[in-house]
């Protein structure tokens, strides 16, 4: 049983940073690729970025490329999203998912229905 606890959302104007922090526990994650997912009121769960647990590998949404860097502290057990340049439409709440892969195409797994574990979110507001 994985479970996944994430934070540091908050209240930030555009333009502004914020990085979120996703604790997981339960098994070892050696082989699992790590996500994060969006979903704004209205709007279907969408793809943000992933990562390999071990290997490090990444994958991005386009709309985020360049301004939101994924990372993970093997030793904390923690996945770590860096937001910079945030803009109001990326108000929403982020989800940290986990799903089990001994591959490390990262970019494989972007679907909701891909993944098998879900934290219980953290609201991000962005205000212009």
């Known amino acids: 049983q994985v479970q996944l606890v994430e934070s540091g959302g908050g209240m930030v104007q555009a333009g502004d940073s914020l990085r979120l922090s996703c604790a997981a526990s339960?098994?070892?994650?050696?082989?699992?690729?790590m996500a994060w997912f969006r979903q704004a009121p209205g709007k279907e769960r969408e793809y943000v970025a992933g990562i390999k647990w071990t290997a490090g590998s990444t994958n991005y949404a386009d709309s985020v490329k360049g301004r939101f860097t994924i990372s993970r502290d093997t030793a904390k057990n923690t996945v770590y999203l860096q937001m910079n340049s945030l803009n109001p439409e990326e108000t929403a709440v982020y989800y940290c998912?986990?799903?089990?892969?001994?591959?490390?195409?990262?970019?494989?797994?972007?679907?909701?229905?891909?993944?098998?574990?879900w934290g219980q979110g953290t609201q991000v507001s962005v205000s212009s």
């Open positions: 339960g098994r070892p994650f050696s082989s699992y690729v």
């Open positions: 998912a986990a799903r089990f892969s001994f591959g490390t195409v990262v970019s494989r797994w972007i679907s909701p229905v891909d993944f098998e574990s």
